[in-house]
Nanobody, 125 residues
Framework: VQLQASGGGLVQAGGSLRLSCAASGRTFSRYVMGWFRQAPEKEREFVAA????????RYADSVKGRFTISRDNAKNTVYLQMNSLKPEDTAIYYCAADEYIILSAMAVENQYAYWGQGTQVTVSS
């Protein structure tokens, strides 16, 4: 499975960006795809995740109400719409995927075996 993340960039605080993550190769009918991020000198943290089969989602508290994760099953692509961006959202954003992740574990990094290369998001104040 290959994951290709795109859509990062530089934006002013309060602005918006949409990240995309396209999956290719073997694709699972029951995969979960998630977004994680890593800011400089910080550990990688969970942002949001979505389950392909029923669209169930989970969000980190820090992004609830501002970020929306969605999927296009026909394109094997997941999107992360980021609104009301803050400087503290600055990070490299990674997409990840795997099968059979239960809802309560969707925020757990080690549940994901497949990772994309990351895309930089920079929010200026």
């Amino acid at each position: 499975v290959q994951l290709q993340a795109s859509g990062g960039g530089l934006v002013q605080a309060g602005g918006s960006l949409r990240l995309s993550c396209a999956a290719s190769g073997r694709t699972f009918s029951r995969y979960v795809m998630g977004w994680f991020r890593q800011a400089p000198e910080k550990e990688r943290e969970f942002v949001a995740a979505i389950r392909r089969s029923d669209g169930a989602t989970r969000y980190a508290d820090s992004v609830k109400g501002r970020f929306t994760i969605s999927r296009d099953n026909a394109k094997n692509t997941v999107y992360l719409q980021m609104n009301s961006l803050k400087p503290e959202d600055t990070a490299i954003y990674y997409c990840a995927a795997d099968e059979y992740i239960i809802l309560s574990a969707m925020a757990v990094e080690n549940q994901y075996a497949y990772w994309g290369q990351g895309t930089q998001v920079t929010v200026s104040s």
